[in-house]
């Protein structure tokens, strides 16, 4: 008789999220940090059917009914286990996956419950090492000096794993935990030699799933000539993913509840620990090496609604934040970031700053989208050149959000601060999410090599792997039609080119508000000269291929006018009515924006009438 494979069945109810599944078939209301409404299986008119979104379960206080979304949809349905699973795979757009009930099925699953015990058998063991063997007084120095007292090591259980494995050989045998179980744990790898301990000298975070079951380890080098990996994961196994586990997640299921559902994303296990133990901040996580991946963020939307990103504000940070970003975002989550201090990461403005420093950048933590464009407008400084393409960049992370009216206020924000035309934005993210639905599937995101193979851990140093990026399409800047045909004529004409050079001021506003200004822009500069396809080739080569994919259906053929000045006159008229078309788009965007004061929305309304009075003239 087939049955849905175990790892299925836990894959059906990460993607789970027990307040929008009960929200389908009940009217649920907030109250505190969870949700009520009446009990629909008994009759009643106060409200005591709770559902509790840090635990994933449901309660009436009234009947005594309880259970998690499966439970509730075999009640509610009248379904049999298979089927509600069935179900809610289907609501999720989770691919069902069989097996026949076989002994090997079976023992896969006593394997995964003495794997757990050997590595809890470990973590223990690593953790009176720590504490009591005097050979890791190196380790506790190493702690002592980042701030971590006993209570935060007893707290995570953190451990040392000695140069040599045979007191744990011996403790495991006695627990008829055999050699052939510590390798499929991961605690003993094989190589040419023979066997070795995959820990050795390192500082040990056991990694716990959801339900506080220690699934493996992450181990940091302490001396690290000896290992130029910086940390070393447990590989996969029966009981562990890398890709599926958060680091913390465990102690801040409860914490994130009571944060209005909120999550704090960090980088680093040591990062996750400062927040929770010197600065109470508990709604924190970190995922494991620099891969986030769909799977963490499909478990955090069980958790949250809201993720703030509190990573390095390096180049590598950064870099790790957007991919963050695309998966948090693709999940449905609000994302937000908090700007950490130049060369600061939370644990160190801990140390430097103090805790209130943390939780006030985490307090003060913008969109992301806010953030993100903040931080590009000032390495552009405003400049033509180095702002090409970002509306396209922008638009891009813009992609990401599903929801699409959540997606519309995204496009209207961004309009607004980039004082760029908003049907020319929306219109763009239009084309990227196109792109995207027709591109070959690709991939994102590598398969973790084990570590004692390769050099994935040392990426979280910052040492970023280019092929870890992303494929993404080729999108094509939007071409206003004012600007599309300004371009073509500057293309194919010298005579055009030396006139707009001429009006080069009064386009700077055009230039500035309408899609593809910045092409028409960098076209004046370089001038390439019309009917010479090497000239024109030339030109492509030096703007952006978002830029040059905008132009494939242009060429610099030859162009005659009967009346050039007379044309070039009437198209610059056309493109400054355009503009202050599309700046009153934005301004009455503006003034419906919740974060504008009275005084403001006078002023703002004030300019439209202007404006509006100008382009009517």
Known sequence: MARITEECISRIKDSTDIVDLLGRYLQLRRSGNGWTACCPFHNEKTPSFHVNPARQIFKCFGCGVGGDAVKFLMMFENLDYPTALRRIADMNGIAVVEEEENPEVARQRRLRSRVIEANQLAADYYHRMLCRNHDAGHVRAYLKKRGFNIDAAKSWQLGWAPPSFGELQQLAAAKNIDTRLLTEAYLLGKGRNGQYPVFRDRLMFPIHNVRGEVVGFSGRVMQEEQDPRKYVNTAETVAFRKGEQLFGLHKATGPIAKADMTVIVCEGQLDVIACHEKADIRNTVAGLGTAFTDEHALILRKYAKKAILCYDSD???????????????????????????????????????????????????????????????????????????????????????????????????????????????????????????????????????????????????????????????????????????????????????????????????????????????????????????????????????????????????????????????????????????????????????????????????????????????
């Open 315 to 617: 180049n590598a940070g950064i870099k790790a934040s957007e991919k963050t970003y695309r998966k948090l975002a693709q999940a449905g989550l609000d994302v937000y970031m908090a700007g950490l201090p130049a060369g600061e990461d939370p644990d160190s403005l801990i140390s430097t700053q103090g805790p209130e420093a943390l939780r006030q950048a985490i307090t003060e933590a913008r969109p992301y989208l806010e953030a993100r464009l903040s931080r590009e407008l000032q390495i552009g400084s405003g400049r033509t050149e180095n702002r090409a393409g970002l509306i396209t960049r922008m638009a891009d992370l813009v992609a990401e959000i599903k929801d699409s009216n959540r997606r519309d206020v995204a496009v209207v924000d961004l309009a607004t601060r980039l004082n760029t035309g908003m049907e020319d934005l929306r219109g763009t993210v239009a084309e990227i999410i196109k792109a995207r639905k027709n591109a070959p599937p690709s991939y994102d995101s590598r398969e973790s090599t084990p570590a004692h193979q390769g050099w994935d851990e040392a990426q979280a140093d910052g040492i970023v792997d280019a092929s870890d990026e992303p494929i993404r399409p080729v999108v094509a800047v939007r071409l206003h039609p004012t600007m599309r045909g300004l371009i073509s004529m500057a293309a194919g004409s010298t005579e055009v080119q030396h006139l707009l050079v001429d009006k080069i001021e009064e386009l700077q506003e055009p230039i500035r508000m309408l899609s593809g200004g910045e092409i028409l822009q960098r076209l004046l500069e370089l001038l390439p000269a019309p009917a010479s396809p090497e000239a024109w080739q030339q030109f492509l080569a030096r703007i952006s291929p978002e830029q040059a994919a905008a132009l494939r259906d242009i060429n610099n053929a030859a162009l005659e006018l009967s009346d050039t000045a007379a044309v070039v006159e009437q198209a610059c008229a056309r493109a400054a009515r355009d503009s202050v078309s599309a700046r009153i788009d934005i301004l009455r965007a503006r003034i419906r924006g919740n974060d504008v004061s009275e005084q403001e929305a006078l002023k703002i309304l004030a300019e439209t009438t202007a404006l509006q009075q100008l382009l009517n003239s």
